[in-house]
């Protein structure tokens, strides 16, 4: 064991390999610290005072509550460990690197060089840090109980800075591409700045401020964490939501230029979400939890691309606006509720709803006060891209009453209900179920008259398949199915041969080459076109 002896001004102080050394007083080194022995302890109020570079390569233990100051670089390196096991006052001037395991203590560390840095492959923990110099974090920094000083904080890519209680440093720069800002404590206020990727987690209210208007990557609540907007906010990435996280959008309109992934989370509003990348790629709304929307606007800069419903269902209180791009049901449903006003936009392929899977898009239309015609502005991607709206029109609007419908589109393909050997047929087909009054309507199906028709359409008739009959009426339109006058359920709508000239009802129809049993009870005629 050695004996630093105090009162004594040192140039350059080395503890080597195997030294023990103790403070017995103020230590003052003129130029480098250099701990490189087993241990050195500062115990007491002693204070120290280092003006080179620190380097630490071994067990420092600062055990008094004496302050100390370090006006070059401090490096703690892979086989350091900085323990402050003292309250005490730490300034630092220089850089702070760590590489090995710093303990601090509650005290202030204050930070008042220029042009510094934080860095290192371990996490930098300080409870207190006060910046009143001008300082880059590198690496990792996580801040415990308080963040303030007149100083500058700019986060480097890809840097991380945990704030765990209160944040009321004078400048905060947060968006350089790739850096994180985790606040982790209870009921925290977020920095009046903008981010990059913003991380709310812990517990409590994360109470936003005004000058937060822009998220350049990922937005993600966590833990028991709740926050609500308090202006319009664009987030250019992800927003993400964790099991027991809550997002209040107020009345104010969220811009979602990345991925919707919803976990557990809760989210309310009445204003707008806005799906509105700007990458030729398409946007995913998923995890295991259904958001509902109150209004939703896909507003895609690339209409080829748009919204799909990857991993849940979504459900739309207000109004759903296509505005350029459009939203893929895929196995998943989208859900109009009897609030939703009708769809809103200019539709076409760039601007529709994709029923295409086993998902299905349905309006409830509400109890009282219905419109008396619905349009569904769907069409598919599958094969050439089309746009095939479906309109529904009750002879009264009060028909429409009570009545939630369920509409999916199959493109490409031939109804599974008709005969397969078919002459004269449409490739495409509409799936349409209900519930409540079935109210007396007419219907347009639009379908593609350059791609879905197979055979000659003079003898493709309007085919509603109603388990188990078809009912055949007319012949189709240039470009439309329609039927007039339906007074009981939906089903299945497409055109096709019925191998007949009168409107018929009867089961699935004889197949060409088919043997099949005909009963009748009249005995006058029975006759087979």
């Known amino acids: 064991a050695q004996t630093v002896y105090s009162g004594a001004t040192y140039y350059n102080l080395i503890i080597s390999e195997s030294s023990t050394a103790t403070a017995t007083g103020n230590i003052t080194v003129g130029g480098n610290l250099e701990a490189g022995g087993t241990s050195l302890t500062i115990p007491s109020t002693y204070t120290l005072s280092v003006t080179g570079t620190t380097n630490v390569n071994s067990s420092v233990t600062f055990s008094g509550t004496g302050t100390k100051t370090f006006t070059g670089n401090v490096i703690i390196n892979p086989s350091g460990i900085w323990t402050e096991s003292g309250v005490a006052i730490y300034n630092f001037a220089g850089n702070l690197q760590d590489d090995g395991v710093l303990t601090a203590n509650t005290g202030l560390h204050n930070f008042t060089g220029t042009t510094k840095a934080f860095s290192g492959i371990s996490t930098i923990s300080i409870p207190n840090v006060v910046i009143t110099g001008t300082y880059t974090n590198n690496g ?122 919803n976990n557990g989370g809760s989210f309310t509003s009445s204003g707008t979400v806005s799906f509105n990348d700007t990458f030729m790629s398409f946007e995913y709304m998923d995890g295991s939890t259904p958001t509902t929307f109150y209004n939703l606007t896909i507003n895609h800069t690339y209409p080829a691309y748009g919204v799909t419903l990857s ?164 012949t189709v339109g240039a470009s439309t199915v329609n039927f007039t006058g339906l007074t009981s359920e939906f089903g299945n709508f497409t055109g096709a041969d019925s191998y007949g000239t009168e409107a018929i009802a009867m089961p699935n129809p004889i197949c060409p080459g088919a043997s099949s049993i005909i009963s009748t009870t009249d005995r006058k005629s029975t006759r087979l076109n």
């Open 140 to 261: 990792d920094l996580s801040v415990g109980t308080s963040l303030s000083g007149s100083g500058t904080l700019t986060q480097a890519a890809p840097a991380v800075l945990t704030v765990g209680g209160l944040t009321t440093l004078g400048n905060l720069t947060a968006t350089t591409s790739g850096n994180t800002v985790i606040y982790s404590g209870v009921a925290q206020s977020i920095q009046s700045v903008n981010y990059y990727n913003l991380f709310l987690s812990g517990s409590g209210a994360k109470t936003l401020n005004s000058g937060t208007t822009t998220i350049g990557g990922t937005l993600k609540l966590s833990g028991t964490a709740s926050s609500t907007l308090i202006g319009a906010l664009a987030v250019t990435g992800n927003v993400d939501m964790e099991s027991g996280s809550t997002l209040n959008g107020s009345t104010y309109t969220l811009s979602v230029g990345g991925n919707w992934t």
């Open 311 to 474: 991993g849940t269902n979504a459900i739309v209180n207000g109004t759903l606006t296509l505005t350029s791009g459009k939203l893929v049901l895929g196995n998943h449903n989208l859900t109009l509720a009897s609030s939703a006003a009708s769809i809103s936009g200019t539709f076409s392929t760039s601007a529709m709803i994709v029923p295409e899977g086993t998902g299905t898009v349905t309006k409830i239309f509400p109890a009282s006060g219905s419109a008396s015609t619905y349009t569904f502005p769907v069409g598919n991607t599958y094969g050439t891209p089309f746009y095939s709206p479906v309109t529904i029109t009750a002879t009264n609007p009060a028909n429409f009453n009570g009545l939630t419908l369920n509409l999916n589109l199959k493109a490409n393909s031939i109804d599974p209900n008709l005969c397969q050997s078919l002459s004269n047929y449409l490739t495409r087909y509409w799936v349409i179920t209900s519930s409540g009054p079935v109210p007396t309507y007419s219907i347009a199906l639009t379908f593609d008259p350059l791609n879905d028709v197979a055979g000659d359409i003079t003898k493709i008739r309007n085919a509603r398949y109603s388990s188990p009959n078809w009912t055949y009426t007319g």
